[in-house]
């Protein structure tokens, strides 16, 4: 139920990672949430980088270099993790979406393994293709 | 509409339904299509990604992405926002509590919206290196 679920998520930030005996409907509730608010912070995030667009090439070229690659490449590890909530977000919300419009409502479990296998998938190729075209421009 | 929302493998109705609900699928099914398009624009491209400063002032040089940014903020601003405010909402329990978070959310989708729509047209306007 929904108030259970946010009921859950009052318990506080440890609360939301709390996921044993909760079910497989409080994981996909909770991970949408903590996915989407990944996904605010990197879209301000975004909007910092692109503003130095207005400084110059120099700059918006090291800043993006800098945040893609980071010490190591290790920031490449976060660009991966990004990517995920992406799709996982994306995918539990079009279920969501197609509930809202009527769609699967008796079969919510199942269409939550479906749409995130297809988005697992998608995440791969996706990812592939970025990794080979990596740098280049 | 009364929703469906999975819990512990069983569905439970719900009757919390709304407008707001309803926009936010609206605007995630939206941005099914900007964000695919997007991720492929700015990391793949035919091998020519749109990441670097040179490729992305070509790219906002062409009104029709120009545009296509300009609604993309739109849509994942107010998708964003309803959305944390969503959130916010379900932690906070009083009323008063709710009605000042919509009033923030508002304040920031605003703020988003035109920083957005500025910051595009303005790198639109960098001329070509």
Redesign the interface.
């Known amino acids: 139920m929904v108030e259970e679920n946010v009921k859950n998520l009052r318990e506080g930030p440890m609360g939301w990672v709390k996921f044993y005996r909760k079910g497989i409907g409080y994981f996909a509730f909770a991970m949408h949430r903590f996915s989407g608010l990944v996904i605010v912070f990197y879209l301000y995030l975004h909007l910092f980088v692109l503003s130095h667009l207005l400084v110059g090439k120099a700059s918006y070229n090291s800043l993006v270099t800098s945040v893609t690659y980071g010490p190591f490449d290790s920031f490449l590890v976060l660009d991966v993790l990004l990517a995920l909530v992406i799709f996982y977000h994306g995918a539990n919300g079009t279920r969501l979406a197609l509930n809202e419009l009527g769609i699967g409502l008796h079969k919510n479990k199942v269409m939550f393994y479906v749409f995130e296998v297809i988005a697992m998938i998608l995440l791969g190729i996706f990812l592939y293709y970025a990794y080979m075209f990596l740098g280049a421009s | ?1 009364a ?10 109705r ?1 009757s ?1 339904g709304s407008i707001g ?2 926009f936010q ?2 605007s ?2 939206f ?2 299509f900007f ?1 695919g398009v997007h ?1 492929y624009v700015a ?3 035919f ?11 070509e790219n906002m040089h062409n009104p029709w992405w120009l545009a296509f940014f300009i609604v993309f903020v739109w849509v ?2 107010y998708h ?1 926002v309803n ?2 405010g969503g ?1 916010i909402k ?2 906070t329990m009083s009323e008063k509590g709710k009605s000042y978070v919509n009033m923030g959310m508002l304040a920031l989708y605003i703020v ?1 919206v035109i ?2 729509t500025i ?1 595009a047209i ?2 639109a306007r ?1 001329p070509l ?1």
């Open positions: 509409m929703e469906i929302e999975m819990n512990n493998g069983r569905e439970v719900s919390t609900r309803m699928a609206a995630g099914l941005l099914i964000l991720l990391h793949i491209d091998g020519h990604p749109i990441q670097f400063f040179t490729s992305v002032i994942i601003s964003a959305g944390l959130i379900d932690l988003t920083y957005g910051l303005l790198v960098i290196p």
